[in-house]
């Protein structure tokens, strides 16, 4: 079991005294009901879990009515080994969005606040996923507004990954200093990370890649459960879309590695089907970004906080969350050169989809700047209480569109800028260059 940042945010809610039943969403296989399971057998006496996708038949236990007791004798009538015992007792229902009934239930166990409820669902949120018979349900069952805690969590982050590979503390702080003082990097300490950074943009945050590549350390193999994993993305997309999108959802999420190889990586729906149009594709697209699978990074109309106020909503690029599923994705051999320390193929789209991953897991929201006259920044950010471009496919010097925005400071409001790559901690002034690896630290807004 690896070390997650989510255990913090577990023990957060149930100290507080005022909590609700939890509900974790997050895209599937990103280790939610390990996370939760992890948590509840360390601090709850009796577990009852229920997993409504490996076991459509619980659904029973929520019906005719929601009534704890209720539910309470349904469940123990059908596993009369369930030990439920009030102020002992954890209920976890895993993949609740299969069971809306059971999502309804939440509000009366917490007005009956006798057990605590931890619940994970991998599709909530999604708009049209469910058919006629399951909207129906949900209707009736009533969804809780106001008796539920909601979190998110993500796929491991570069952080965590470190943490498995046995990064400590003491490490991390090291490189907090060295990002304070902008001074570089020891070699022997660069370049372990170094090699740690290739090996998370093959491998990625799947818990179950992670685990396969740690214990074999074998691409191929690490490979095939990727495939698996994006294989079950498009069985979803087939399973639960509406059938009129099936198709065109599948078409959008394939064309994800076509969009980020071209020089201007916006997303274009004729990329998804010549003479495509947003209109026809739009909800597709929507449907995917909705299921966690990809993250939307918006154009901006100029370089000035706030960001969100400034988007263009046209005008985007579409990232993979993981970038190891991205890798997966490309053709093979992509993984070999990676290892090597090239990340310059697809026109640079290894390296941003990598910084989209690690800014997007930090819960950063995405945006970048571009205009026709050739002004084109990788991202901007939120830091220290100012909008900052940050560039990350130049390999020398500055980027020219860097160049020009802080050369002119009365036209694009920017004072400082922020370059990742493949290169150690250095500033200018007014450019602080950096190593790739050290993105995760930048926290401050």
């Given amino acids: 079991m690896y070390k997650r940042k989510i255990e913090k945010v577990l023990q957060s ?9 939890l509900v974790v969403k997050g895209v599937r296989q990103c280790g939610k009901t390990s996370s939760v399971m992890d948590f509840a057998t360390k601090n709850f006496k009796h577990i009852v879990y229920l997993d409504f996708r490996e076991h459509p038949d619980y659904k029973k236990f929520f019906t005719p009515n929601l009534e704890v007791d209720s539910i309470i004798m349904r469940i123990t009538a059908a596993m009369p080994d369930a030990d439920i015992e009030p102020g002992e007792t954890c209920f976890v229902f895993d993949e609740i969005q299969d069971c809306p ?38 209707e009736e069952a009533s969804i809780p507004v106001g008796f539920e805690d909601i979190v998110e969590m993500y796929p491991m982050d570069f952080e965590e990954w470190l943490w498995a590979n046995g990064i400590k503390n003491m490490h991390i702080e090291y490189l907090r200093k060295c990002l304070r003082d902008e001074t570089p990097v020891e070699d022997a300490i660069h370049d372990r990370f170094r090699e740690l950074l290739h090996q998370y943009v093959v491998v990625g945050g799947m818990p179950e890649v992670v685990t396969t590549f740690m214990e074999t350390k074998q691409i191929g193999k690490v490979l095939a459960v990727q495939r698996r994993i994006v294989d ?41 089907r010549p003479g495509g149009r947003g209109r026809d594709y739009a909800g597709s697209l929507q449907w995917i970004e909705d299921a966690g699978i990809i993250r939307r990074c918006y154009n ?8 969100d106020g400034h988007k263009i909503k046209t005008e985007f690029k579409a990232y993979m969350s993981d970038i190891g599923l991205l890798i997966s994705m490309l053709e093979d051999g992509t993984q070999s050169s990676i290892l090597a320390g090239d990340m310059l193929s697809y026109h640079g789209a290894i390296k941003e989809n990598l910084v989209a991953d690690i800014f997007g897991k930090m819960g950063r929201k995405l945006y970048y700047y571009h205009k026709d006259g050739g002004v084109e920044l ?18 020398t010097g500055n980027a020219k569109s860097m160049r ?22 250095g500033s200018n002034g007014q450019l602080l260059t950096m190593p790739i690896y050290m993105a995760f630290l930048l926290t401050e807004v």
Wanted: net charge positive; proline share 5%.
């Fill in 378 to 395: 990788d991202f901007l950010m939120r830091y220290k209480g100012k909008c900052v471009p940050v560039e990350c496919k130049a390999t």
């Fill in 232 to 272: 079950e993305y498009k069985a979803d997309m087939v399973k639960y879309a509406p059938s009129a999108d099936k198709s065109r959802i599948r078409e959008c999420f394939e064309s994800i590695p076509a969009q980020l190889a071209r020089e201007y990586k916006k997303f274009s729906y004729t990329v998804v």
């Fill in 300 to 307: 901006t109309e100029i370089t000035e906080l706030p960001l």
């Fill in 101 to 138: 009934k059971a999502r309804g239930s939440l509000k009366y166990f917490h007005q009956d606040g006798r057990y605590e409820v931890m619940c994970t669902g991998s599709l909530l949120g999604v708009n049209g996923y469910k058919t006629p018979e399951d909207k129906k349900e949900e």
């Fill in 404 to 425: 020009t925005v802080l050369k002119h400071p009365e036209k694009y409001h920017v004072a400082n800028g922020l370059k990742l790559g493949d290169h150690n901690v």
């Fill in 13 to 21: 809610w149930l100290s507080d005294t005022s909590h609700k039943p």
